[in-house]
């Protein structure tokens, strides 16, 4: 499974993004997809996931500003932003799980495929 994210970049904060995942390569194995996000001298949190039964995960801190979505062919994961605070600054990384199909192990850290990241920046 290949991950490509997009869709990164500086916005001024209560601005909006959207980021983009593509998979390829064996995607009929993917389980559940999902975003991440690690800041400089922080750990990585999952941000939102989402499983193969459109059950979803979302942590407190985007609770109501943040969206995940996929398209119907189910290759391209979305991650909507808006209201974004300085501190949702930070990169992003699209991931794919495809040994579990509960998200349990995905908010807790464990991912099969992640992609190269994109990174968000909101000023003040």
């Known amino acids: 499974v290949q991950l490509v994210e997009s869709g990164g970049g500086l916005v001024q904060a209560g601005g909006s993004l959207r980021l983009s995942c593509a998979a390829s390569?064996?995607?009929?194995?993917?389980?559940?997809l999902g975003w991440y996000r690690q800041a400089p001298g922080k750990e990585r949190e999952l941000v939102a996931a989402?499983?193969?039964?459109?059950?979803?995960y979302y942590a407190d801190s985007v609770k109501g500003r943040f969206t995940i979505s996929r398209d119907n062919t189910k290759t391209t994961l979305y991650l909507q932003m808006n209201s974004l605070k300085p501190e949702d600054t930070a990169m992003y990384y699209c991931?794919?799980?495809?040994?579990?199909?509960?998200?349990?192990?995905?908010?807790?850290?464990?991912?099969?495929?992640w992609g190269q990241g994109t990174q968000v920046t909101v000023s003040s």
């Open positions: 991931a794919a799980q495809v040994s579990q199909r509960s998200l349990a192990a995905m908010i807790q850290g464990r991912s099969d495929y």
């Open positions: 989402m499983s193969s039964a459109d059950s979803t």
């Open positions: 390569g064996s995607i009929f194995s993917i389980n559940n």
